[in-house]
Protein backbone atom coordinates (compact mmCIF):
# COMPACT_ATOMS: atom_id res chain seq x y z
CA UNK A 1 0.00 0.00 0.00
CA UNK A 2 1.08 3.81 -1.32
CA UNK A 3 1.72 5.86 1.91
CA UNK A 4 -0.44 9.37 1.14
CA UNK A 5 1.70 11.89 -0.83
CA UNK A 6 4.51 9.39 -1.95
CA UNK A 7 3.57 8.77 -4.84
CA UNK A 8 4.91 10.55 -7.76
CA UNK A 9 0.89 10.43 -9.65
CA UNK A 10 -0.57 13.94 -9.93
CA UNK A 11 -4.07 15.35 -11.51
CA UNK A 12 -3.41 18.90 -13.04
CA UNK A 13 -5.53 21.27 -15.43
CA UNK A 14 -3.93 20.36 -18.27
CA UNK A 15 -2.52 17.14 -17.93
CA UNK A 16 -2.11 13.86 -15.52
CA UNK A 17 0.85 11.17 -14.43
CA UNK A 18 -0.66 8.25 -13.27
CA UNK A 19 2.42 6.59 -11.61
CA UNK A 20 2.58 2.51 -11.61
CA UNK A 21 2.29 2.86 -7.24
CA UNK A 22 -1.10 4.54 -7.53
CA UNK A 23 -2.70 1.99 -10.04
CA UNK A 24 -6.15 0.84 -8.74
CA UNK A 25 -7.71 -2.31 -10.19
CA UNK A 26 -11.14 -2.32 -10.98
CA UNK A 27 -14.08 -4.37 -13.13
CA UNK A 28 -14.40 -2.93 -16.44
CA UNK A 29 -18.41 -2.85 -17.55
CA UNK A 30 -18.91 -4.88 -20.31
CA UNK A 31 -15.31 -7.06 -20.10
CA UNK A 32 -14.83 -10.56 -18.48
CA UNK A 33 -12.41 -12.19 -16.52
CA UNK A 34 -10.46 -8.64 -16.60
CA UNK A 35 -9.18 -6.10 -14.48
CA UNK A 36 -9.31 -2.10 -15.49
CA UNK A 37 -6.66 0.40 -14.57
CA UNK A 38 -8.14 3.69 -15.72
CA UNK A 39 -5.72 6.45 -16.75
CA UNK A 40 -7.31 9.52 -17.61
CA UNK A 41 -11.00 9.87 -18.34
CA UNK A 42 -13.71 12.88 -19.10
CA UNK A 43 -14.19 13.00 -15.46
CA UNK A 44 -10.46 14.19 -15.04
CA UNK A 45 -11.25 16.88 -17.49
CA UNK A 46 -9.97 14.82 -20.68
CA UNK A 47 -12.21 14.58 -24.19
CA UNK A 48 -11.28 10.50 -24.02
CA UNK A 49 -10.45 7.94 -21.78
CA UNK A 50 -7.32 5.81 -21.63
CA UNK A 51 -7.27 2.59 -19.74
CA UNK A 52 -5.29 -1.11 -19.72
CA UNK A 53 -6.94 -4.01 -19.40
CA UNK A 54 -5.57 -6.80 -17.52
CA UNK A 55 -7.08 -10.05 -19.12
CA UNK A 56 -7.20 -14.01 -17.74
CA UNK A 57 -7.37 -16.37 -20.24
CA UNK A 58 -10.78 -16.58 -22.21
CA UNK A 59 -11.51 -13.03 -20.31
CA UNK A 60 -12.24 -9.97 -23.39
CA UNK A 61 -15.52 -7.54 -24.09
CA UNK A 62 -17.31 -6.59 -26.95
CA UNK A 63 -17.64 -3.31 -28.73
CA UNK A 64 -17.13 -0.25 -27.16
CA UNK A 65 -20.57 1.90 -26.01
CA UNK A 66 -22.63 3.36 -29.21
CA UNK A 67 -20.95 6.52 -30.78
CA UNK A 68 -17.74 5.22 -29.45
CA UNK A 69 -14.24 4.30 -31.21
CA UNK A 70 -11.45 2.26 -29.63
CA UNK A 71 -7.86 2.01 -30.44
CA UNK A 72 -6.72 -0.99 -28.95
CA UNK A 73 -3.01 -1.83 -28.47
CA UNK A 74 -1.01 -5.45 -27.21
CA UNK A 75 1.21 -5.00 -24.53
CA UNK A 76 1.78 -8.73 -22.88
CA UNK A 77 0.05 -11.81 -24.50
CA UNK A 78 -2.21 -12.16 -26.92
CA UNK A 79 -5.92 -11.09 -28.50
CA UNK A 80 -7.75 -12.92 -31.24
CA UNK A 81 -10.07 -9.75 -32.43
CA UNK A 82 -13.50 -10.04 -34.58
CA UNK A 83 -14.31 -6.75 -36.18
CA UNK A 84 -17.68 -6.63 -37.94
CA UNK A 85 -17.98 -9.22 -40.69
CA UNK A 86 -14.74 -9.42 -41.32
CA UNK A 87 -12.33 -12.74 -40.49
CA UNK A 88 -10.99 -13.36 -36.75
CA UNK A 89 -7.66 -11.37 -36.50
CA UNK A 90 -4.60 -12.90 -34.02
CA UNK A 91 -2.64 -9.49 -32.32
CA UNK A 92 0.54 -10.87 -30.26
CA UNK A 93 2.70 -7.69 -28.77
CA UNK A 94 3.17 -4.97 -30.24
CA UNK A 95 -0.50 -5.81 -32.57
CA UNK A 96 -2.98 -2.73 -32.43
CA UNK A 97 -6.49 -1.77 -34.05
CA UNK A 98 -8.76 0.95 -35.02
CA UNK A 99 -12.02 -0.09 -34.18
CA UNK A 100 -14.56 2.94 -35.68
CA UNK A 101 -17.29 3.57 -33.66
CA UNK A 102 -20.87 1.18 -34.07
CA UNK A 103 -18.85 -1.32 -35.33
CA UNK A 104 -19.90 -5.08 -33.82
CA UNK A 105 -16.55 -5.91 -32.05
CA UNK A 106 -15.81 -8.94 -30.06
CA UNK A 107 -11.91 -9.39 -28.25
CA UNK A 108 -10.87 -12.82 -26.50
CA UNK A 109 -7.61 -13.06 -24.97
CA UNK A 110 -5.79 -16.40 -25.57
CA UNK A 111 -3.32 -16.28 -22.87
CA UNK A 112 -2.68 -13.31 -19.93
CA UNK A 113 -2.96 -10.41 -21.78
CA UNK A 114 -2.58 -6.93 -21.31
CA UNK A 115 -3.99 -4.17 -23.47
CA UNK A 116 -3.81 -0.53 -23.72
CA UNK A 117 -6.51 1.44 -24.74
CA UNK A 118 -7.90 4.85 -26.30
CA UNK A 119 -11.75 5.28 -26.25
CA UNK A 120 -12.97 8.79 -27.83
CA UNK A 121 -17.07 9.76 -28.94
CA UNK A 122 -16.76 9.97 -33.38
CA UNK A 123 -17.42 13.66 -34.30
CA UNK A 124 -18.02 12.97 -37.81
CA UNK A 125 -17.25 16.41 -40.10
CA UNK A 126 -20.14 16.89 -43.14
CA UNK A 127 -18.59 15.69 -46.58
CA UNK A 128 -15.95 13.72 -44.57
CA UNK A 129 -16.14 9.76 -45.16
CA UNK A 130 -16.74 7.59 -42.09
CA UNK A 131 -13.21 5.89 -41.03
CA UNK A 132 -12.57 2.10 -41.36
CA UNK A 133 -11.56 -0.30 -39.27
CA UNK A 134 -7.24 -0.55 -39.52
CA UNK A 135 -5.23 -3.42 -38.01
CA UNK A 136 -1.65 -3.15 -37.58
CA UNK A 137 1.99 -3.79 -36.01
CA UNK A 138 3.98 -1.05 -34.42
CA UNK A 139 6.96 -2.30 -36.68
Given at each position: ?18 AP ?42 P ?50 R ?7 Y ?17
Open positions: MTVFGSSRSRVCKDHALIESFVQSTLPGWDKTQGIILIAPAMGARFSQYLALLDPGGGAGALPGVERVLFVLDGEVDLKIGREPEHRLGIGGFAFVPADIATQARARNPCLNLLEKRLPLPGVESPRAILGHEQ
